[in-house]
């Protein structure tokens, strides 16, 4: 929360703004002034130094302007004080005085009525073009404003400002994510994008170009539950302090699939000045793909693990820390050698097929939950090959709700079977002989990880839960360990299906 001061008094004419503005907040005072010039406002013909507090921290954007302009003008007259005590305000100012919309509004305003905060403002005043976001958060302290004079009218008491709208929510487009009918065949692959939807467990892909990966993975966010209010708030709150979400309230899991030359500020965030959130931030509670990860560079890639692992980011400047969550569902898809034509057409060199893939390191390929080899050959027409998306997220919104209910029972809040934390898993739904024996014995012949085993258990809870099981038995393990192990075939994976 950024305090604003104006000192008028004695001196050459003239504005200075003091407390780390950016080359934004310093070229507001033109703004300003052309805008109070412009709409008939007064302006002190005198000094006027602005203070911007707390003053060690660096202050980003143009949003400064309405609540500047706003303490300069009231510093003329006693009836403004009691209202911009207790206000926030946000706009930038356009030269004739509208106010223009803001990003990252909707950060703002949660922290406005951050909890704990007795000594936050009774009321917030947004720029009307901001009205859908603020209207999302259904709250009546939000009033909103198209110009400078009309805010100022309010501020002294002599005028009106409407309440941010109520929300339209639901009234998002149907069908916004494309349909899994439109797959023919590929039977494997559908079930296994169901087991990951019910379980919310990490997908990798391989096989040849036109194997369907692409058209996979974008119909995972259309099988995903509804999101919760809450979750539309978190995302949106997400991508309007990313500058993406162009004022409109993100209704619908977020499918983010950047270009695989991304760099690391790109995917995980940061950067120079306020650090930004990064495509594992856009993609919170939604899907993250990314294509063509042979081409990602290696230390790209790795700067998943924490994300991936603790479900945010930190960024650390020196001063303080900015947290954005990042909870998704990671899918990555490659071809399986760098001629994609995999198996007995390949025409790669054995170096350049042992390299291939080599930038996915070991411990982030041991995170991924799912392997699934695409085939060409497989998308044959079958019969469950229209089923719709609808119908596959009935059955994974049953098998959610089952796996909910079982982790409430033990205490635990999780969301998905992928996220119950391991000793809860082993401690308090110990699996049955048969699996432990099993488990243990893969172990030792190091075929799989301590992780690879409780990511395993994981899985084959999802398998369970989706054939309405109360628990896991040595056939749901044995799918689980078809689901996982298909990458130990390596390059070339597409072939052999
Ligand atoms: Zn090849």
């Given at each position: 929360m950024v305090t604003v001061e104006a000192n008028v008094g004695p001196g050459l004419p003239g504005m200075h703004i003091?407390?780390?503005?950016?080359?934004?907040?310093?070229?507001?005072?033109?703004?300003?002034?052309?805008?109070?010039?412009?709409?008939?406002?007064?302006?002190?013909?005198?000094?006027?130094?602005?203070s911007l507090s707390p003053a060690h921290l660096p202050k980003a954007g143009s949003h400064f302007d309405l609540p500047i302009a706003l303490t300069v003008v009231g510093s003329l007259d006693p009836r403004a004080q009691a209202r911009l005590k207790r206000t926030m305000f946000m706009g930038e100012l356009a030269l004739d005085g509208t106010l223009r919309r803001v990003e990252g509004i909707l950060p703002m305003l949660l922290r406005s009525r951050?909890?704990?905060?007795?000594?936050?403002?009774?009321?917030?005043?947004?720029?009307?073009?901001n009205a859908a976001e603020a209207a999302l958060l259904g709250r009546g302290d939000i009033l909103v404003a198209g110009t400078l004079p009309e805010v100022w009218r309010w501020v002294v008491g002599e005028g009106h400002l409407d309440p941010a709208p109520a929300a339209s929510r639901g009234g998002a487009p149907a069908g916004a994510a494309p349909d899994f009918a439109d797959i023919a065949g590929q039977l494997l692959e559908r079930d296994a994008m169901e087991i990951a939807a019910a379980g919310g467990h990490h997908v990798m892909m391989v096989g040849p170009p036109g194997s369907g990966k692409s058209m996979l993975a974008e119909r995972l966010p259309g099988i995903l539950p509804e999101m919760s209010v809450g979750e539309q708030i978190e995302t949106t709150a997400l991508h309007s302090a990313a500058g993406i979400s162009r004022g409109h309230i993100v209704a619908h899991r977020p499918f983010i699939a950047p270009h695989p030359s991304l760099t690391r500020v790109e995917l995980i965030g940061g950067g120079s000045g306020v650090p930004q959130p990064g495509a594992v931030s856009q993609a919170h509670n939604g899907v993250l793909f990314l294509d063509e990860a042979s081409e990602i560079a290696a230390g790209v890639l790795d700067s998943l693990r924490i994300p991936l692992e603790t479900g945010r980011v930190v960024h650390r400047?020196?001063?303080?820390?900015?947290?954005?969550?990042?909870?998704?569902?990671?899918?990555?898809?490659?071809?399986?050698?760098?001629?994609?034509?995999?198996?007995?057409?390949?025409?790669?060199?054995?170096?350049?097929?042992?390299?291939?893939?080599?930038?996915?390191?070991?411990?982030?390929?041991?995170?991924?939950?799912?392997?699934?080899?695409?085939?060409?050959?497989?998308?044959?027409?079958?019969?469950?090959?229209?089923?719709?998306?609808?119908?596959?997220?009935?059955?994974?919104?049953?098998?959610?709700?089952?796996?909910?209910?079982?982790?409430?029972?033990?205490?635990?809040?999780?969301?998905?079977?992928?996220?119950?934390?391991?000793?809860?898993?082993?401690?308090?739904?110990?699996?049955?002989?048969?699996?432990?024996?099993?488990?243990?014995?893969?172990?030792?012949?190091?075929?799989?990880?301590?992780?690879?085993?409780?990511?395993?258990?994981?899985?084959?809870?999802?398998?369970?839960?989706?054939?309405?099981?109360?628990?896991?038995?040595?056939?749901?393990?044995?799918?689980?360990?078809?689901?996982?192990?298909?990458?130990?075939?390596?390059?070339?994976?597409?072939?052999?299906?």
């Open positions: 003091v407390g780390l503005g950016d080359a934004a907040v310093k070229e507001s005072r033109d703004r300003i002034r052309t805008a109070l010039a412009n709409t008939a406002m007064p302006w002190p013909r005198t000094k006027i130094m602005v951050a909890p704990g905060g007795d000594d936050g403002p009774d009321t917030v005043v947004v720029p009307r073009a400047r020196s001063r303080r820390e900015v947290i954005y969550p990042a909870h998704f569902q990671l899918i990555l898809a490659a071809n399986p050698c760098p001629c994609g034509s995999a198996g007995e057409r390949c025409s790669c060199q054995p170096g350049q097929r042992a390299r291939h893939l080599a930038n996915i390191s070991g411990p982030l390929r041991d995170r991924m939950d799912i392997f699934i080899p695409t085939t060409a050959q497989s998308a044959v027409v079958s019969p469950r090959g229209s089923e719709s998306s609808a119908e596959i997220a009935q059955r994974v919104a049953a098998a959610r709700d089952r796996a909910q209910h079982r982790w409430a029972r033990a205490g635990v809040s999780a969301a998905v079977n992928a996220r119950v934390s391991s000793t809860v898993l082993r401690r308090d739904f110990p699996p049955d002989e048969e699996t432990v024996i099993t488990l243990q014995g893969l172990l030792k012949d190091g075929e799989l990880t301590q992780r690879g085993v409780d990511k395993v258990l994981k899985l084959a809870w999802t398998v369970a839960d989706l054939a309405g099981e109360d628990q896991p038995r040595i056939d749901h393990l044995d799918r689980a360990l078809a689901l996982r192990a298909s990458h130990m075939v390596g390059a070339g994976a597409g072939a052999v299906a």
